[in-house]
């Protein structure tokens, strides 16, 4: 329905990849990004995870960011060393139980979604993919990295009503 079109998202996931794929220039702007987009976000409720071969928590479930919450967030991530690959499957399967049913809800992922040891099978993202079009979650994702997914951060998106952005080294750092 139209009056649908533009509701206004209650709750966000911000997944943030942490793999070892990201160091360098990729972790600086992935840190600057994250810190923007954090202060973007405010007045909704939110949870914020690092995310390699599992994911880690960074707030305390969802919560309404402030200054503090933000700042927790920021220095969490730069404390935290870029190691092991990316398991985004298992990831996107815990991420849908932190975001009540009962509210609107969104997926931001900022990272490079590429993983050669944790492949997602066919029928497991389709599982996936159906998870999150039932619940209307759209799957966000920033693409940022030496070697993005396109293909499947393009498919999540796609499939859950979400958008690909890609990351430029000419550009700005915007949310």
Do not use: C, M
Not at 35 to 46: A, F, K, P, S, W
Not at 61 to 77: E, F, H, M
Not at 157 to 162: F, K, Y
């Amino acid at each position: 329905p139209a009056s649908e079109a533009t509701r206004d998202v209650e709750q966000v996931l911000v997944l943030v990849d942490t793999s070892a794929s990201q160091v360098g220039e990729f972790r600086e702007r992935t840190l600057a990004l994250t810190n923007t987009l954090l202060g973007q976000l405010t007045g909704r409720q939110v949870s914020v995870w690092a995310v390699d071969v599992a994911h880690t928590p960074l707030t305390d479930g969802l919560v309404a960011l402030d200054q503090a919450a933000i700042d927790s967030v920021n220095n969490a991530l730069a404390d935290r060393i870029p190691a092991g690959s990316t398991n985004l499957a298992a990831v996107l399967e815990s991420a849908t139980s932190e975001l009540s049913a009962d509210k609107t809800s969104a997926i931001i992922y900022v990272g490079d979604g590429f993983s050669a040891a944790n492949l997602i099978a066919p029928e497991q993202l389709n599982q996936l993919t159906g998870s999150l079009a039932k619940r209307q979650i759209p799957f966000i994702s920033y693409a940022l990295g030496a070697q993005t997914d396109l293909q499947l951060l393009g498919i999540l998106a796609l499939r859950s009503g979400g958008v690909v952005l890609t990351d430029s080294a000419d550009q700005e750092v915007a949310a």
